[in-house]
């Protein structure tokens, strides 16, 4: 068993950075320590300017530690950094590496890192999250293109992220798919439902829809917002928390919840959520609702996945572990409030009840795609 063993290089954000790639990256460094591997982690010295980023702050210290050895040397535009990413690479010697890709803006760095490594003829496994930003322009394909010429293994977490890729990369490239994992980032608090809601200043007695994370243009809050009027005008007891930091116009949500005169239902933390308070919104909901008009996966769904929370998405998430969720899910039409809202409704119809020996659903989704990874 022992020889199975590897030595790997993984690349990709670690805190202080925050985020759901970040997330997902301590997650997964983290399961192939677990598994037993050797992992050396490359994370960042520098992630983006201050003036292209849209958040307010791109650390949150108050996040654990990982376990896994990382070094925070690489950066998007000092080539230098590249060169020094490199030789920390080549004296590693890893059997291969896992290098993430979600984002154009770093296309300089990773097609020069990739071709250099390509050169030494370690493997790499490239892991993309988004084969294209989710609001992309033609210059995104092109870059993307350039970025990953040089990579011969890819790894997507949905069937329709590979199909973007294929449009991108050379046919013969060889692309694996597994799906996004689940996993639970956050501490437990310890607290009940009702002292939870006591900690948030959220109301006691109706049920509470979530909304998670960054709200940016394709995360649909708005046809969210449409449905909760509707849902209220119908005598619907429902409270919609929208927890995160906006990267997108405030004002005009505020506007619009104001318009719509559902004001008294809809609380807005309109800031980042730090990992030791973000596991209370969730420990605080009764479902999850990720009303995306774009994207195909979504790291905050797998997240309220593995707080057991009831689903309300949209059909454009592509995700095959969904269709096997034992705790409850409805798919809406992208872009169709008032298919959402019938959805939500059902939702709050129907209490789901799955046995406690579907905590194995939430265990193995690991599983799968480190089988995928590991795999050369």
């Known amino acids: ?52 980023y849209p958040g307010k702050n791109e650390k949150d210290f108050s996040q654990p530690t990982s376990k896994a050895n990382t070094l925070f040397i690489f950066s998007p535009l000092k080539k230098m950094d590249w060169k020094t990413t490199f030789d920390h690479i080549q004296a590693y010697q890893p059997d291969f590496i896992i290098y993430q890709w979600w984002t ?35 210059l995104d394909k092109k870059l993307a293109s350039w970025a990953l010429k040089d990579a011969q293994t890819f790894v997507t977490m949905t069937e329709a992220q590979a199909d973007r890729l294929r449009s ?55 046809i969210l917002l449409e449905a909760m009027a509707t849902l209220n005008r119908n005598g619907s007891n429902l409270h919609l928390v929208v927890a995160g930091e906006f990267w997108d116009d405030q004002d005009r949500y505020e506007k619009q919840i104001v318009d719509l005169g559902i004001k008294e239902i809809v609380t807005i933390r309109a800031d980042y959520i730090p990992d030791s308070e973000a596991g209370l919104y969730f420990e605080a909901a009764d479902l999850f609702v990720a009303p995306y008009t774009g994207g195909t996966q979504s790291g905050s769904i797998k997240v309220a996945m593995s707080y057991q929370l009831p689903l309300v998405i949209t059909d454009g998430i592509t995700d095959p572990l969904i269709l096997t969720y034992p705790f409850g899910y409805c798919v809406a039409k992208s872009g169709d409030p008032q298919v959402l809202t019938k959805k939500i409704a059902e939702i709050l119809l129907n209490r789901f009840d799955a046995e406690m020996n579907d905590r194995a659903f939430l265990q193995d989704s690991w599983q799968s795609l480190l089988d995928v990874i590991i795999q050369l």
């Open 168 to 222: 991108a990369v050379h046919h013969q490239v060889e692309i694996q798919t597994a799906p996004h994992p689940i996993y639970s980032q956050f501490p437990a608090s310890g607290l009940s439902k009702p002292e939870v809601r006591r900690k948030l200043r959220l109301p006691m007695d109706v049920p509470i829809a979530l909304f998670f994370g960054f709200v940016r243009p394709y995360k649909g809050l708005g």
């Open 1 to 52: 068993m022992t020889t199975n063993l590897k030595r790997i290089a993984l690349i990709g954000p670690m805190p202080p950075y925050r985020g759901g790639i970040t997330r997902f990256t301590v997650s997964l460094a983290e399961k192939l320590v677990e598994a037993g591997h050797d992992v050396l982690v490359i994370s960042f010295k520098s992630q983006y300017p201050k003036l292209l």
């Open 104 to 138: 154009t803006f770093w296309a300089p760095a990773t097609a020069w890192l990739l071709r250099k490594i390509k050169q030494t003829g370690i493997k790499t496994k490239v892991l993309v999250h988004n084969a294209f930003p989710h609001e992309s322009t033609w």
